[in-house]
T-cell receptor
Framework: AQSVTQLGSHVSVSEGALVLLRCNYS??????LFWYVQYPNQGLQLLLK??????LVKGINGFEAEFKKSETSFHLTKPSAHMSDAAEYFC????????????FGDGTTLTVKP | DTAVSQTPKYLVTQMGNDKSIKCEQN?????MYWYKQDSKKFLKIMFS???????INETVPNRFSPKSPDKAHLNLHINSLELGDSAVYFC???????????FGSGTQLSVL
C-alpha cells in the first residue's frame, strides 16, 4: 500500500517569492510520483512526474521537484511565484503493482499575495 | 478537441433519484477512472477500467455502477441518490496503469 502526506493545507507567499510545497510518501516498492495542479472549477492537470532516472524533474510553468529517496520526499518548488500560480496542488503516488491506483495527498492551497 | 470530456458539468437532483454521468476520451488510452472530490477537495479513486475490464473497485456503495461500453467511454450510474453523494466527480484516463492522468473538467453533483 502507498500513502501521501502533504504538509500544510494552505501556503501563502508574496508574488516573486519562493514557492515550496511539501510532499512525503510511503511506498513498499519504488514509486512513481506526480504533482498536479487544479485551478478553480477545472480538472487536475499534470505539472511534472518522476518515474526513474534523474531525481530533479522540471515541469510546466517553471515548477520543479526533487525525488529524495532517503527522505521519502518529493517537494515542489518554484523560484518566483506569479499571481497565476494561485491554485490547489496535489501530490500523488502510483506503484507498479497496484494496477494504476494513484493515491493523492489532501492537497495544498497556494495563495499568492500581490 | 477536448481530450477527456464528461457530461453534464452540473447535475442538481433530489434525493432518491437515479442519475448518470458520461465520460469519453479521444486519446486512445487503455485505462479510465472515476474519482470523487469532496467539499474539502479530498480526491479519492472510485473505479478503474482497463480496456473495458474493471480492475479497481474501491469501497463504493453498490448504488454506484460504472459501465464501459468500449475503451473510449466510461459512464457512471448512481441509484437512489443520497445527500452524501454531493461532490465533484472526475473522469480520467491514462495510457497505462502507471502513466500520468488526464482529467475531465468534472461533474458537480448536488443532491437536495
Amino acid at each position: 500500500a502507498q500513502s501521501v502526506t502533504q504538509l500544510g493545507s494552505h501556503v501563502s507567499v508574496s508574488e516573486g517569492a519562493l514557492v515550496l510545497l511539501r510532499c512525503n510518501y510511503s511506498s513498499s516498492v519504488p514509486p512513481y510520483l506526480f504533482w498536479y495542479v487544479q485551478y478553480p472549477n477545472q480538472g487536475l492537470q499534470l505539472l511534472l512526474k518522476y518515474t526513474t532516472g534523474a531525481t530533479l524533474v522540471k515541469g510546466i510553468n517553471g515548477f520543479e521537484a526533487e525525488f529524495k529517496k532517503s527522505e521519502t520526499s518529493f517537494h515542489l518548488t518554484k523560484p518566483s511565484a506569479h499571481m497565476s500560480d494561485a491554485a490547489e496542488y496535489f501530490c500523488a503516488v502510483t506503484i507498479n503493482t497496484n494496477a494504476g491506483k494513484s493515491t493523492f495527498g489532501d492537497g495544498t492551497t497556494l495563495t499568492v499575495k500581490p | 478537441d477536448t481530450a477527456v470530456s464528461q457530461t453534464p458539468k452540473y447535475l442538481v437532483t433530489q434525493m432518491g433519484n437515479d442519475k448518470s454521468i458520461k465520460c469519453e476520451q479521444n486519446l486512445g488510452h487503455d485505462t479510465m477512472y472515476w474519482y470523487k472530490q469532496d467539499s474539502k477537495k479530498f480526491l479519492k479513486i472510485m473505479f478503474s477500467y482497463n480496456n473495458k475490464e474493471l480492475i479497481i473497485n474501491e469501497t463504493v456503495p453498490n448504488r454506484f455502477s460504472p459501465k464501459s461500453p468500449d475503451k473510449a467511454h466510461l459512464n457512471l450510474h448512481i441509484n437512489s441518490l443520497e445527500l452524501g453523494d454531493s461532490a465533484v466527480y472526475f473522469c480520467a484516463s491514462s495510457l497505462d496503469a502507471r502513466g500520468k492522468l488526464f482529467f475531465g473538467s468534472g461533474t458537480q453533483l448536488s443532491v437536495l
